[in-house]
């Protein structure tokens, strides 16, 4: 068996996606900014692309830029909205402690230049409110950034409610809606949401392209300077074939939210409720208020890297915490923002689903983590002093 469970990390391209792209590798592969044919043509695929991929958001297709992905999204927005702020002597900035690090890093950088940051403290079920929000603005808040979805325990925040306060107090909000695009209804007007990162991979397009959503009148400040591709705000020539990807897949994808949504959660709850069944376990994250596809769960008493690599072993691909921690001794800090003590943070997994998820492999890796929990903490010298008491257990039997 062969399960890939961790597509919260990176997903299968579709077939439709890999289909888009070729023709622009093979026959089309002008720079549409040359005036000969062969460049007009992809000129005119890149603008029907841009339109697909503003329909799929409620926007207009002028209120889209292409980026490399997801982080030079959020870094951009982010910086834009600070250097608007800094002009009207706004310095203030409000987020989570269980962003991305493309948005933690890029708030680190503007604190060193003199903003302030608000870091939003997450409740225990993985969730802030509009109500925290609306708190913490103060005069000078130049920025709320709050993601759509989190990319670790899957829980999805308010975003409407969030945006409504945002536009009441006239602050900016940017959301970082990578584990979103594709997997949930976005409209991005109805929502009152100013800027927007997507990335292409997470919902079976290719790497290495994204996009941003900046609503009309927002204005940008580029973080590569050169050419006037993208309306002068991101220059280099443009990615033809990635776009077409990123654009057939987000089509595909939003044309089936609702199926595949209601497919994918009825999996997603059986694992849940297989791994419950271990002892001294916890679900990370709100059991409703969550992805269709993200599973994740602290066991206690083991380390999630040695977990990780018996289920390899076993042919299930997950994953804890995120890819990009993945490889550090830190817990995730994620974890840690909702509260769950260094010692169970280790011991966290997450499996995320897609379409492609059968029933037959759920239950496989439902075993296979079973299994591996038990071996574990068979050879335990953590286990073996909470179970003689030295230790005292975090979690429940
Ligand atoms: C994957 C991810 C990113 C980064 O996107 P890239 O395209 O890989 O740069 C940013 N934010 C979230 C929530 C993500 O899951």
């Known amino acids: 068996m062969q399960i890939y469970m961790d597509n919260a990390a990176t997903t299968k391209m579709s077939r439709a996606a890999i289909e888009a792209m070729l023709p622009y590798m093979e026959e089309i592969y002008g720079n549409p900014s040359s005036l000969h044919s062969v460049g007009q043509r992809a000129g005119e695929a890149l603008i029907a692309a841009r339109e697909r991929i503003a329909g799929c958001l409620s926007c207009d297709p002028e209120e889209i830029i292409f980026t490399s992905g997801g982080s030079e999204a959020d870094n951009q927005a982010i910086i834009s909205a600070a250097r608007i702020g800094e002009k009207q002597r706004k310095r203030h900035i409000v987020s989570t402690a269980f962003e991305h690090h493309a948005v933690l890093h890029t708030l680190d950088r503007l604190k060193e230049q003199g903003f302030e940051i608000t870091l939003l403290p997450v409740h225990e079920d993985g969730l802030v409110t509009a109500q925290q929000v609306s708190e913490a603005i103060r005069p000078d808040t130049c920025l709320v950034t709050v993601m759509y979805a989190n990319n670790e325990i899957g829980t999805i925040q308010p975003i409407a409610q969030i945006g409504a306060v945002c536009r009441d107090k006239g602050v900016l909000f940017h959301t970082d809606a990578v584990q979103a695009a594709g997997h949930l209804h976005i409209d991005v007007r109805a929502q009152n949401i100013d800027l927007l990162s997507l990335s292409a991979h997470k919902f079976h397009g290719p790497k290495g392209i994204g996009a941003l ?137 997450r499996l995320t689903l897609s379409e492609e998820t059968t029933a037959e492999e759920i239950d496989y890796a439902i075993r296979a983590v079973k299994e591996t929990v038990e071996y574990l903490r068979g050879i335990s010298p953590v286990w073996r002093d909470l179970l003689n008491g030295t230790r005292q257990f975090v979690t429940a039997e």
């Open 213 to 349: 959503y900046a609503k009309r009148g927002v204005r940008l400040t580029n973080l590569i300077e050169g050419g006037m591709q993208e309306r002068g705000r991101r220059a280099g020539t443009e990615n033809i074939p990635a776009i077409m990807g990123m654009a057939a897949a987000l089509t595909e994808a939003c044309g089936h939210i609702d199926d595949s949504a209601a497919k994918i959660s009825a999996l997603r709850d059986r694992l849940i409720a297989g791994l419950s069944e271990i002892p001294h376990s916890v679900l990370n994250g709100d059991g409703e208020c969550r992805l269709p596809g993200n599973v994740n769960f602290c066991f206690e008493g083991i380390e999630g890297e040695s977990l990780l690599l018996l289920l390899d072993d076993k042919g299930v691909y997950a994953s804890s915490g995120s890819a990009c921690t993945s490889g550090s001794l830190d817990p995730s800090h994620v974890l840690l923002a909702i509260g769950r003590p260094h010692e169970i943070a280790h011991g966290s997994l």
